[in-house]
Structure formats: C-alpha cells, structure tokens
C-alpha cells in the first residue's frame, strides 16, 4: 500500500499538544496505526506529552531543532530518527531559524 501525501488534505493545529505557533501536518489513519508528514515552522514545537498507550517514531527529513525526551533536551536534525517508547514523554521543537519537517508513526493504538 502507497500513502501519497500529495493527495491528502493539509491540517493546521494550533499549540498541538500545547505546544507554540502551529503544526502543519498530513495525515494518515487507518483505525489502528497515524502516518503523519508534519512541517513546524521556526518557534514552533509540539508540547510535551506522554505515549501511554502507544509509542512514536519521528524521522526529521530536512532542517534541525531538538526533542525533550523524559526531561532529556536532544538536538535532532536531517536523517535522525527520534523513538519515544511507549510509556515515555517527549516534545518537539523547531528552535531553528529554518523550517523542521519530519515523518511520524504511531503505531497500534
């Protein structure tokens, strides 16, 4: 199965997870597992938040910023992949002054 993001209609959410500024995202969800292609611009992050029932992967695919992972401040950046278990916390945040565009999983829930 393809996912063509092309194809899917762009999400604007403001302090996502109360995070700053907004999160642009595409997603996918097909009952169980999120696919999402998200973009935070400079300032943005999406806010600290626990994975209890699920984990997540985010793989940054182009510029740079930082993850909090259980309190941890992380610098993430183009071909990095961010794995927050299930059961751990974590934020992420564009403290750059380009745009952090990234690929997220969160599978099973």
Do not use: W
């Not at 995202?25 to 999406?46: C, E, H, Q, W």
């Not at 299930?86 to 992420?92: A, D, E």
């Amino acid at each position: 199965m393809n996912i063509d993001f092309s194809k899917i209609e762009l999400s604007v959410l403001p302090s996502f997870k109360g995070g700053e500024k907004e999160l642009r995202a595409k997603m996918f969800f097909d009952g169980t597992n999120r696919i999402m292609k998200g973009l935070l611009v400079p300032g943005a992050s999406i806010g600290m938040h626990i994975h209890e029932d699920s984990s997540e992967i985010i793989f940054i695919t182009a510029g740079h910023g930082s993850v909090i992972f259980d309190g941890e401040k992380e610098p993430v950046s183009e071909g990095i992949c961010h794995y927050c278990p299930k059961g751990h916390s974590h934020s992420l945040v564009n403290d750059s002054d380009a745009d952090l565009e990234f690929l997220a999983v969160v599978p099973q829930q």
